[in-house]
């Protein structure tokens, strides 16, 4: 059962067979151990984090190990993607003064980001490993602890706590209320909220591609023949719209993180 | 994998090993582009910055250079045109101080011949007159001798006489040119 659950093709169960449509769900996205090595499970989130290291350096290796001022083809377009983290991103939300230093932590968890995300339609891989929160959430950890410390260490302790509660004389009555609205926002939901939203949307893009993936298999049958059709035209639109989400997740994974830095080293307003 | 065991995990709960396998990858790619591939690109990034700057700048010193070489030869051509245009005024000025000089010169030599044409004449009409005086007034003399038949010795009353008369011939003859005119 497991098997027939997890993996949508070895399926042998079609409509009008008298079984149900093998519907995706919270299986989908566990694996089996490929191995395992004294009680620690190695599966394919892992395999394919890592190959996404392998290849995040490897294109960077090739692109910018031997840089010349005078570019090779991918030597640019390592540049236009470095270019675009900086620039597009890092640049606007920061300065070109402040920013500088973060852009090679911004520029790793874009294309980290974007890479595990990318094997959601990559053959063979077909899974993104952003889907398993333990990767946005270690990578929303290491945001949070570089916004807190910078908050503190620019502000001292006080006008740290002030910086994170939003602390303005000028609201009145309704400061107690803004504070504790601000605190709670700024310690647990941003945090909360940058890793799930990246983990959400690649679990649910990953739903609906299974969803009409199988379905393309499992009407594959008498007349549902030709509804196999229009759910494999879905899974061809679905994955064009994924290429797009996953591109536009990193990106919003790193904009965010690049506005929760510049928040903490604003000045009290 | 049990599907019963997937249902009870939470899928907003991260497992431990993912959460190691996700900061070992991630340090992986940070250590790898913080410390070494981005310095890389970034410096020669500022390699080109500077060599479009550098190559801008020389081809607007170029440019500069360029103009500042047609100025000067507009400049010299300027002069240059300016002098043959002095140096024609000044020839022409020559010539025709040469000229005036010349005409000057002729003027002075053909008075100068009119000149000497007229002290010769006027000295010769004197020195015909006194020829010619001398010998009238010998012939007067001589003449006179043989119709008086003496001889007019004493030469002093004789020239006085003579005189005399040339001067009274000589005064109606200049008061008959007077009438004349």
Not at chain 1, 27 to 54: C, N, Q, R, W, Y
Not at chain 1, 219 to 240: D, E, H, P, R, W
Not at chain 2, 101 to 128: F, L, P, S, V
Not at chain 2, 138 to 162: C, F, H, M, N, P
Request: aromatic fraction near 10%.
């Amino acid at each position: 059962m497991s098997s027939d659950q997890t993996l949508a093709f070895e399926t042998d169960c079609h409509i009008f067979d008298g079984c149900g449509f093998p519907a995706p769900g919270l299986h989908s996205f566990t694996f089996e151990p490929m191995f395992s090595i004294g009680g620690f499970d190695f599966t394919k989130p892992m395999l394919l984090a890592l190959l996404g290291t392998v290849v995040i350096v490897g294109f960077f290796w090739a692109a910018f190990g031997k840089a010349k001022v005078v570019p090779g083809k991918l030597q640019l377009v390592g540049e236009a993607g470095y270019d675009f983290v900086r620039r597009g991103i890092v640049y606007e939300a920061l300065g070109k003064k402040e920013g500088d230093k973060y852009v090679p932590l911004m520029v790793s968890i874009f294309f980290f980001v974007w890479i595990l995300n990318l094997w959601s339609v990559i053959p063979l891989a077909q899974f993104p490993v952003t889907s398993i929160i333990a990767f946005p959430v270690i990578l929303a950890l290491i945001v949070y602890v570089l916004w807190m410390g910078l908050t503190f260490k620019k502000h001292g302790f006080v006008g740290g706590l002030k910086n994170i509660t939003g602390y303005d004389k000028s609201l009145g009555w309704v400061l107690p209320l803004v504070m504790a609205l601000e605190f709670l926002s700024n310690v647990f939901v941003r945090p909360f909220t940058h890793a799930v939203r990246l983990f959400s949307n690649m679990f649910a893009g990953h739903v609906l591609l299974l969803i009409f993936t199988i379905a393309s298999w499992y009407l594959l049958n008498g007349v549902g023949i030709a509804y196999a059709g229009v759910s494999f035209v879905m899974v061809i639109l679905l994955t064009a719209l994924e290429l797009f989400i996953q591109a536009l997740q990193a990106y919003v994974f790193v904009l965010l993180a690049c506005t929760y830095i510049q928040g903490a080293l604003a000045e009290h307003h | 994998m049990l599907a019963s065991e997937g249902e009870k995990e939470n899928p907003l709960v991260p497992p431990i090993p993912e959460l190691v396998i996700g900061l070992i990858a991630f340090a992986i790619v940070i250590f790898f582009l913080a410390k070494k591939l981005l310095p890389n690109i970034n410096k020669v990034l500022d390699e080109r910055r500077a060599a479009i700057e550098g190559g801008m700048e020389k081809a607007e010193a170029a440019q500069a250079e360029a103009q500042q070489v047609l100025e000067d030869y507009r400049a010299q051509l300027a002069d240059a045109r300016h002098e043959s245009a002095r140096l024609r005024q000044e020839a022409q000025e020559q010539g025709a101080a040469l000229i005036a000089e010349m005409r000057a010169e002729g003027q002075r030599q053909r008075e100068e011949i009119i000149a000497a044409g007229h002290t010769q004449i006027e000295a010769d009409r004197k020195q015909a007159a006194a020829t010619l005086r001398q010998d009238v007034g010998k012939l007067a003399t001589e003449l006179a001798g043989k119709l008086v038949g003496e001889s007019l010795q004493d030469a002093a009353r004789q020239s006085r006489t003579i005189d005399r008369f040339l001067d009274e011939l000589e005064e109606k003859a200049e008061e008959k040119a007077e009438a004349a005119r």
